[in-house]
C-alpha cells in the first residue's frame, strides 16, 4: 500500500493550466483549478479548495511557471495541508509518439522524447514542456511522471495505425495514426470490467468518448485495437468545431479553387466546422439540444449528422472486436446527452442495440450505470476519470521510486 497522500496533476494547455490535486486510492478531489487565457490581458485563475471558490485576474505577464509558483506559494500558505500531502505531480502530456506505450517517471532522456514528439503536437507538446519545467524547479523533491494522450493506442496494429499513403513518410516522418484520449478510453475499459463483472482481459469493449473533442476506441481485452483519431485530433468523428473525417481531396480543392491559405484552413477545420459549422450556431451540445427543441433546423441538422457518424464507427468497431460486451458512452456528450444516445442506438438496431427509455432519460449528471433494454447488448453510461488514471500512475510509478 502506497503512503496515504495527494498527486498533484497539471494539465498545460497552449493558453490554459488545468490543475487538481486528488487521492489516488479513490479518485476524492482536494483541489480543482484553472488559469485560462494566459499572456493575455484577460488571464483569469479559477480554483475549488474546500468547497470554495475563488477568481483572480492575472497579469499579462504570468505564464505557466508563474501560475505554478504561485501554486507553491499558495501551498506555503493557506493550503499547506496539501503540500504536506503530495507524493508526487502527475503531468498530462497529449503526444507521446511512438516514445510511450505507458506513463513514465520523467528523467532528462523523457524530456528529450517527448520534445521529439513536438512537431507531432506543435500547440501541445511545448506547453507541456513548459509546465513540467516549471514543476521540476518548484517541486524539486517530488517524483514527477508523464502520462500520455497516446499511450493507450500504441496496442494497435499496423493495419489500423497506417495511412495509406507511401510507406516512406512513416518511416522518415513518423506519419501514422496514433489516436488521443487514451487515458479515458483505458479508465473506461477498466470500468467497464468492474461494472460487468469480469476481468479487463476478458472483454471487448467500444467506448465513445464525447466531449467538445470525441474519439471512439475498440478495446479488446484491455488493449485498443483501433481508435478514431490520426496523427492529429481532427481525424475521427464530428466535433464541438472540428470536422472529423473528410476527403482529403477537398484540402486540395480547397487550396486551388478557392485560394485558401493552411493558416485558413487551420482555422476551418479545427475551429469552424463540426456541430458549429453546420447548426451556425454553436459547438455546445446542450445549447443545440435546446434549439433544436425550439424548431432551428440548423441545430437538429447538426446533431443528425453528429450521431449518424458516430453510429457508423461504433458499426465498424464490431469488425476488429467480433465480439462486444459493451458499448459506453463518455465525455460531456455520452455522459448527458439523452438525444445523441438515443438517436445514436437507433441507427444500431440491426445489431441488437436497444435502449431503455426510462434508463436512458435517468442516467445522466454524473450517474453510471446500464441504459440498454434486458437481454440486448451492454450500453453502458461511464462519467470518465481521465484525472483519477494519471493520479494512480502517479502514485504508482513514485512508490516504485522510493
Ligand atoms: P471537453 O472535451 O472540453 O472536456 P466535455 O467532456 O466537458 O468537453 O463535454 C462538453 C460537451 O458536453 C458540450 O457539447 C456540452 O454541451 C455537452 N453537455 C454537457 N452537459 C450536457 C447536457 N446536459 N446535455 C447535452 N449535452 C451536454
Redesign the pocket.
Known sequence: MPDPGLVLILNCGSSSLKFAALDPTNGEEHLSGQADALESSVATLKWRYRGENNLLQLSPNDDFRSVIEGLVERMDGPWSTLKTQLLAIGHRVVHGGEHFANSVLIDQQVLTAIRSCCELAPLHNPAALQGIQAALLAFPQLPQVAVFDTAFHQDMPDYAYLYALPYKLYREHHIRRYGMHGSSHRYIAERSAELLGKPSSEINVISA??????SIAAIKGGHSVDTSMGLTPLEGLVM?SRCGDLDPGLLLHLGEALDYSFTKLEQLLNRESG?LGLSELS???????EAMENGHSGARLALEVFSYRLAKYIAAYTIPLHRVNALVFT??????????RQKTTNWLSALGYQLSQEQNEST??GIEGRISKASTPEILVIP?REDWVIARDAAQLASGAR
Open positions: 468518448h464525447l466531449g467538445n473533442g470525441a464541438g456541430l459547438n455546445d451540445c446542450r445549447e443545440l439540444e465525455g460531456g456528450i455520452g455522459e448527458n446527452s439523452t438525444w445523441v445522466r449528471f470518465t
